[in-house]
């Protein structure tokens, strides 16, 4: 089996890359730069795990364009595999990240309806574990960052936080 591994070089798709190739499947490691076209002809299955979390300017649209564009690629190379979107518990919220993963879901959600292929979305929660890097994608690591620093730590004690371990997202 041939695995696309879209954000291959992210903090989930490293993880989920590496799980993959030690399993034995034949896993294609995409990320911006590549040429999608090369990556969609042969592949089984797609996890796309790319997205941007910190734009520099504000700019959340490359969460939904690079999967528009892995579908475009896939449909134009007639292959109808499954494929999974990480999306994000954000996609409930009024924010500008959560509104692209919204929109990405919607993208696949019609992909799928429209070429009858198998389509999954996955909403995790704060995702934390080795390879997280503070004031980045992680409340965790910023937290244990700021504490080993002496930082301030902040927490809104009126919220609650859904945590899920790497290793547990890749299994």
Request: glycine content about 8%.
């Given at each position: 089996?041939v695995?696309?591994?879209?954000?291959?070089k992210?903090?989930?798709?490293?993880?989920?890359?590496n799980k993959?190739?030690?399993e034995g499947?034949?896993?294609?490691?995409f990320?911006?730069g590549?040429n999608?076209?090369?990556?969609?002809k042969?592949c089984?299955f797609?996890?796309?795990?790319?997205?941007i979390?910190?734009p520099?300017?504000?700019?959340f649209s490359g969460?939904?364009t690079?999967?528009?564009?892995?579908?475009?690629?896939?449909?134009e190379?007639?292959?109808?595999?499954?494929?999974?979107l990480?999306?994000?518990?954000?996609?409930?919220?009024?924010?500008?990240y959560?509104k692209?993963?919204?929109?990405?879901?919607e993208l696949?959600?019609a992909?799928?309806?429209e070429?009858?292929v198998?389509?999954?979305?996955?909403?995790?929660?704060n995702?934390?574990?080795p390879?997280?890097?503070p004031n980045?994608?992680?409340?965790?690591?910023t937290?244990?960052?700021?504490?080993?620093?002496?930082?301030e730590?902040?927490?809104?004690e009126d919220k609650?936080?859904k945590l899920?371990?790497?290793?547990d997202?890749?299994n």
């Open positions: 089996m695995i696309l591994g879209n954000g291959a992210g903090f989930i798709g490293q993880n989920l890359c993959l190739k030690t499947y034949k896993v294609y490691e990320d911006l590549d999608i076209d090369d990556f969609t042969d089984d797609v996890f796309h795990l790319a997205g979390n910190r520099k300017d504000n700019d969460n939904y690079i999967l528009e564009k892995v579908l475009n690629s896939l449909k190379n007639k292959n109808k595999c499954p494929i999974m990480s999306s994000s518990i954000q996609a409930e919220l009024d924010n500008d959560g692209s993963k919204l929109k990405a879901e696949l959600t992909y799928g309806k070429n009858k198998d389509t999954f979305i996955y909403r995790f929660p995702v934390f574990g390879g997280c890097n980045y994608n992680s409340v965790v690591a937290w244990c960052y700021n504490l080993a620093n002496g930082l730590l902040r927490v809104d609650m936080l899920i371990y790497i290793d997202v890749v």
